[in-house]
């Protein structure tokens, strides 16, 4: 758990505000991952990244943002949120699938509240 | 959907009794993974079972994947006050492009072992 971190545990914004949430794996992972964990729901995979490269964005409306600079480091741009977003994000990191390495390493997660 | 479901949704045991968790889901599976959540925080991995594979053993974990029920079922055995948390599966259909895998999580069972 402690290979992967985020920043800021908790954060509360209002629906006009604009914020970023920041993900770090130090585990030289190429694939990373944004995931949204709201109540009684299954975890729903928002973004996927290899290499840097994009390669899933399941419908996700585009006040979510992502951003992956390189291997180590995603972001998730925030702006004109709506209360429904509160949750629960949660980050993950995956070595090379094709390598035969399938398991995925969590963060600790932000709690977002969106008032 | 891909998604696994896991059933029960919550249960409650006293320390020292076996806990046994199922899943079920609807599509192939290239493996089918269990990941714990204690409240609020990240997810850590537990243990994996590939597809070809019946059985699996890991300290007090031991997994059990029947690919023609599409079900698997996680038992704990001799379980302690410190494994109450939320256990979810995640399947795994290898649909992710090259590199990163996409996993598909259930609601999880909420696990309470009582001192």
């Known amino acids: 758990e402690t290979g992967v971190t985020q920043t800021p545990r908790h954060l509360v914004m209002g629906m006009t505000n604009k914020k970023s949430l920041k993900c770090e794996q130090h585990?030289?992972?190429?694939?990373m991952y944004w995931y949204k964990q709201s109540a009684k729901k299954p975890l729903e995979l928002m973004f996927v990244?290899?290499?840097?490269?994009?390669?899933e964005n399941n419908s996700v409306p585009s006040r979510f943002s992502p951003e992956c600079p390189n291997s180590s480091h995603l972001f998730l741009h925030l702006h004109t949120l709506q209360p429904e977003d509160s949750a629960l994000y949660l980050c993950?990191?995956?070595?090379?699938?094709?390598?035969?390495?399938?398991?995925?390493?969590f963060g600790p997660g932000t709690r977002l509240t969106v008032t | 959907s891909q998604q696994g479901e896991e059933d029960p949704q919550a249960l409650s045991i006293q320390e020292g009794e076996n806990a046994t968790m199922n899943c079920s889901y609807k599509?192939?599976?290239?493996?089918l993974q269990w990941y714990r959540q204690n409240s609020g925080r990240g997810l850590v991995h537990l243990i994996l079972?590939?597809?070809?594979?019946r059985e699996k053993h890991s300290g007090r974990l031991r997994v059990t994947l029947d690919t023609s029920k599409k079900s698997s079922s996680l038992l704990i055995t001799a379980s302690r006050a410190a494994d109450t948390a939320s256990y979810f599966c995640?399947?795994?259909?290898?649909?992710?492009?090259?590199?990163?895998?996409?996993?598909?999580f259930g609601t999880g069972t909420r696990l309470t072992v009582i001192p």
């Open positions: 585990l030289g992972h190429n694939a």
């Open positions: 599509t192939s599976i290239n493996n």
């Open positions: 993950a990191s995956s070595q090379d699938w094709d390598r035969g390495s399938y398991e995925q390493y």
């Open positions: 990244y290899n290499f840097k490269e994009q390669t």
């Open positions: 079972i590939r597809s070809n594979e």
């Open positions: 995640a399947t795994d259909a290898g649909t992710g492009k090259t590199g990163a895998n996409n996993l598909f």
